[in-house]
């Protein structure tokens, strides 16, 4: 499987916008990049995923770089409630039947009144 | 709609002992995996189980087993339970056939804690 690298930890101040990046050089044409998050206390959940076009949701935006060695996810203005360790995930759907997440180390985001 | 339930959500147990875990996924998905969460590992994945096959396996001793009900639902068996199998251990669920744009998100339950003693 091809790997993510994410920093550790992040901080952010409420409602400013957060950037966590993600460097997965060794993605395949068919690799997926997913993003889920997981708040304290909880099971993981679902933010957002691309293939290569930049997307947006209500949660959030993924922007992928033009060769997608890399991608970053956009928080456009953190609330206390997105304080949450986020994982960047690659899924090749197409060669790989199921649902096998792999999950990194995944970036701790801190958000600070 | 309501979803991805998991029973017990806390399990105290000794070593040598077996424990079964139960998730009831979303009504309609017809995917289940397992994960396995500790401090020192992470997020791990166990398996995962379609239409009542398992269909994905991941790195853990065959102690760790599941099976899958024809309404979907799934349970996890550890058997002879080692002090490293104190975990939380969470299933997801998802339709499990990549369905357009969305691709296939998997929602998980809040977890069932257990303890080995």
């Known amino acids: 499987d091809a790997k993510t690298t994410q920093p550790n930890s992040m901080e952010s101040n409420e409602e400013e916008p957060v950037h966590l990046p993600c460097n997965h050089s060794t993605i395949s044409g068919t690799d997926y990049i997913h993003w889920y998050r997981q708040l304290p206390s909880q099971g993981p959940e679902y933010v957002i995923h691309g293939l290569t076009s930049n997307v947006n949701n209500r949660m959030a935006s993924l922007a992928i770089a033009e060769d997608r060695k890399s991608s970053t996810l956009i928080l456009h203005r953190a609330t206390l409630r997105d304080a949450a360790v986020y994982y960047c995930i690659l899924r090749d759907v197409v060669k790989a039947a199921g649902n096998k997440l792999t999950f990194g180390g995944g970036t701790r985001v801190l958000v600070k009144p | 709609k309501a979803g991805v339930t998991q029973t017990p959500r806390y399990l105290i147990k000794t070593r040598g002992q077996q424990v079964t875990l139960s998730c009831s996924p979303i009504s309609g998905h017809r995917s289940v995996s397992w994960y396995q969460q500790t401090p020192g590992q992470g997020l791990q994945f166990l398996f995962e189980y379609f239409s009542e096959t398992q269909r994905n396996k991941g790195n853990f001793p065959g102690r760790f087993s599941g099976r899958q009900f024809s309404n979907s639902r799934s349970e996890m068996n550890v058997s002879t339970l080692e002090l490293g199998d104190s975990a939380l251990y969470l299933c997801?669920?998802?339709?499990?056939?990549?369905?357009?744009?969305?691709?296939?998100?998997?929602?998980f339950g809040p977890g069932t804690r257990l303890t080995v003693l």
């Open positions: 997801a669920s998802s339709f499990g056939t990549y369905r357009g744009r969305r691709g296939d998100e998997q929602f």
